[in-house]
Nanobody
Framework: QLQLVESGGALVQPGGSLRLSCVASGSTLDYYAIGWFRQAPGKEREGVSCMTSSGGYTIYADSVKGRFTLSRDIAKNTVYLHMNSLKPEDTAVYYC???????????????????WGKGTLVTVSS
């Protein structure tokens, strides 16, 4: 069974950058569509970005487009979320998720994602 562990969350000033990592074990990520989601205090979880299992198609939420980049390293079985120009509204717990049958599409829904990490906290504040 696939297991996911996120890391890299931290306190960062507005305008700063962070790279989140998500290490997978139990299976190889090239069989899975992957995604990053986040949940801010008092708000519902929202999709940030997703990538198809082939790696050929990536979608971003409008709120992060042009600032965040999702990537994966199959050899390391790891997914990354590179975050630039961070804003206070990016403050949230960030989760990575994966599923073999997930459909990565506009809106980055979490419907169909069966495997989740426990999350890593990103705080953007001066």
């Amino acid at each position: 069974q696939l297991q996911l562990v996120e890391s890299g969350g931290a306190l960062v000033q507005p305008g700063g950058s962070l790279r989140l990592s998500c290490v997978a074990s139990g299976s190889t990520l090239d069989y899975y569509a992957i995604g990053w989601f986040r949940q801010a205090p008092g708000k519902e979880r929202e999709g940030v970005s997703c990538m198809t299992s082939s790696g050929g198609y990536t979608i971003y939420a409008d709120s992060v487009k042009g600032r965040f980049t999702l990537s994966r390293d199959i050899a390391k079985n790891t997914v990354y979320l590179h975050m630039n120009s961070l804003k206070p509204e990016d403050t949230a717990v960030y989760y990575c998720a994966a599923d073999q049958y997930y459909i990565c599409s506009d809106g980055v829904s979490d419907y169909g994602m069966d495997y989740w990490g426990k999350g890593t906290l990103v705080t953007v504040s001066s």
